[in-house]
């Protein structure tokens, strides 16, 4: 039996491993789903998710809306420029007009760190963060796991280096969270006007280098920079971050010889990635998409439950 | 309100239904039943076990069809149906979900489900919507080591192991040594307080 304490997901943070586990077990079954006939159960038949996106995305928003229905689950799209917030409306009161028509789970992404445990105090509904701010991306982290572990058959004692813009970076947050609580060694690495100040404090080995991130590393996380979060130039040019920060088949080399290469997307090629090396062997970029639907409809099942789980 | 089955821990063993020998004797009967009733219409009998002690008894089935070598040996395969049930979000705790395996299409096919007790009829209800969902079987038979009564939807059994008379408040408990407990069906009842 799962025992599932959680009303929200909020973040990683608040996760233990044992949670994450159940997550990630429950993914796999789910992941079957899509080689099915019919790709959908009966679940979550006459539940409401409504993905509440303020910011501009179309691999989660889908995979949320992909989940939802492969539960039989009604999915409403709300997108920031739809919404009525253009017109002056405040997060909080678009969300709780949502919440009077009785959605059973609202997704959230919203720019602002925050936004998603602002939404879980002030409507009944079940949140689920897509992405606030820098701050957290739990389910990338966990199809970021699921997909580590299926490609390595465990998280635990692997080298995992987390290579980019780490500062502006949910996803790297979320990542090293759920990697260190699975046992992973995580090593992030970027330029320093791209590295946070607490990175350390996370449990990540830092370098301002690529390279000792990259030595005999199991999995590399490749990730993109975030020109949208922050004002004044961090580095000089792409050229020369992707010069000295760019995953080529050279540096791919110092890695172990089985070494995956992950990207959550969305991808810049040529800058972070060298071209042959995200449409080569080692890349398993379009599976951590594949999985995740079926983390999403993990979460989706574990958390639709209303108030029967708490 | 779902009904919470009591826990373990306040039942004690009323009576033994069926002893080691008795279930083996029961299930060599039923896989004779199946093969004379459904074992000669062209494919192999296909028996699809309900997770987890249907799935069990499933492959005992299809171990003693192939032994008694009368007809073509039969397919095998399991369903999960945790999350077809009628039941999911009304505060009993998430079953564990296994997966579904059919290994062969059951388009057209005779498929015959099995499952340890049948006593509602909800999981039967759930198990045919899962067949549903991977294509429309020529016929659907249900084989059942115990029918402890007491159904809440039209479902009857065609090949039925042994049937008991029980009240709500007992249970029917199939202890099978695939789960590392000796053969055994056991009624047992909530522990007077």
Known sequence: MTAFAHKHLLGVETLSAEDLTTILDLGERFGEIASRPIKKVPTLRGKTVVNLFFEPSTRTRTSFEIAAKRLSADAINISGSASSTVKGETLVDTAQNIDAMSPDIVVVRHAQAGAAALLAKRIRASVVNAGDGAHEHPTQALLDCSTIRAHKGKVAGLKVAICGDITHSRVARSDIFALRKLGAEVHVAGPRTLLPAGAAELGAVVHDRIEPALDGADVVIMLRIQKERFGTPLFPNTREYSRYFGLNARRLEACRPDAIVMHPGPMNRGVEIDPAIADGPRAVILDQVARGVAIRMAVLYLFGGGEAES | ?193
Not at chain 2, 44 to 57: C, K, M, P, S
Not at chain 2, 109 to 123: A, E, K, N, Q, S
Not at chain 2, 144 to 162: K, M, N, S, T, W
């Open chain 2, 1 to 193: 309100m779902p009904r919470l089955p009591p826990p373990d821990a306040d039942l004690i063993e009323r009576r033994e239904i069926l002893d080691a020998a008795g279930m083996a004797r029961v299930l060599k009967r039923m896989a004779y039943e199946l093969v004379e009733r459904v074992g000669h219409e062209g494919d192999a009998i296909y028996l699809v076990g309900v997770r987890t002690g249907g799935a069990y008894l499933a492959a005992r089935l299809a171990e003693l069809i192939r032994a008694s070598g009368d007809t073509p040996r039969p397919t095998l395969g399991a369903v999960d149906i945790s999350l077809y049930r009628d039941d999911v979000f009304r505060g009993l705790p998430k079953p564990e979900i296994g997966p579904t395996e059919l290994p062969e299409p059951i388009e057209g096919r005779m498929v015959v489900l099995v499952d340890d007790v049948l006593y509602t009829g909800r999981t039967i209800r759930a198990a045919m919507d899962v067949l549903g969902d991977y294509g429309r079987p020529r016929a659907v038979k249900l084989a059942v080591l115990v029918d402890r009564g007491r159904r809440e939807l039209p479902i009857q059994p065609d090949f039925v192991g042994a049937a008991v008379q029980t009240t709500a408040g007992e249970s029917v408990r199939v202890l099978l040594k695939e789960r590392g407990e000796p053969d055994r069906v056991v009624l047992r009842e909530r522990r007077p307080s």
